[in-house]
């Protein structure tokens, strides 16, 4: 991707994006974003789903609550403690083509209280947040992976999967037509007929 569009993506999701100007020793993200300017819409419409998630929260019990500094709520005389549970911060690892469609590696990184209070096991219902979340996360950029499939990676246009002397590349069929894509023709797999 040019170097303006991979600044834009950068600007407009620094969390997500905060490995960028690391070593090669600390991130893949070093090497900026291994695919074709086609895929920027489909990157930034990706990275724009990743940023609205859900918030929610659990009971925790009295110890938690007080140490924690969370303000009691007062139900029919029941003095209960209410955690806010924030979404966990997607970091990108890596983002490239591969096989012809995107690969977005990530990892999540979950507030510390978020942490300790799922490793004391007392929260169970915390657990099941967290692992909503990263199923959350996983099917969005899921659909962006099958997306990219049908995506040219030149233009942004419809386009279907090439195959060129063993590379894989999705094309828009006038994007096929010039010089530099001279040799992709249309990869078709043997359940297609």
């Not at 692992?131 to 969005?140: A, Q, S, T, W």
């Not at 990869?187 to 007929?193: A, D, F, G, P, T």
Request: with cysteine; charged share 30%.
């Amino acid at each position: 991707m040019n170097d303006q569009l991979d600044n834009k993506l950068c600007e407009r999701y620094p969390k997500i994006f905060v490995n960028r100007d690391k070593s090669p020793q600390e991130s893949c993200m070093h090497w900026g974003f291994e695919c074709g300017d086609g895929w920027y819409n489909l990157i930034d419409d990706l990275c724009t789903a990743l940023t609205y998630t859900f918030t929610t929260s659990i009971e925790v019990d009295e110890i938690d609550g007080k140490r924690l500094g969370i303000e009691p709520s007062i139900w029919s005389d029941k003095v209960q403690y209410f955690f806010k549970v924030e979404p966990p911060q997607i970091i990108a690892d890596q983002v490239k083509q591969k096989f012809g469609t995107l690969r977005f590696y990530y990892h999540l990184v979950f507030d510390s209280i978020n942490e300790e209070l799922t490793k004391s096991g007392k929260y169970p219902e915390l657990i099941e947040i967290n692992k909503r979340y990263r199923d959350y996360v996983d099917g969005i950029v899921h659909f962006a992976d099958i997306m990219s499939g049908v995506t040219c990676e030149v233009t942004g246009k419809r386009g279907r999967m090439h195959v060129r002397g063993g590379w894989f590349k999705v094309l828009n069929d006038d994007v096929v037509k010039e010089e530099i894509y001279a040799g992709f023709i249309p990869h078709v797999l043997k359940n297609e007929n």
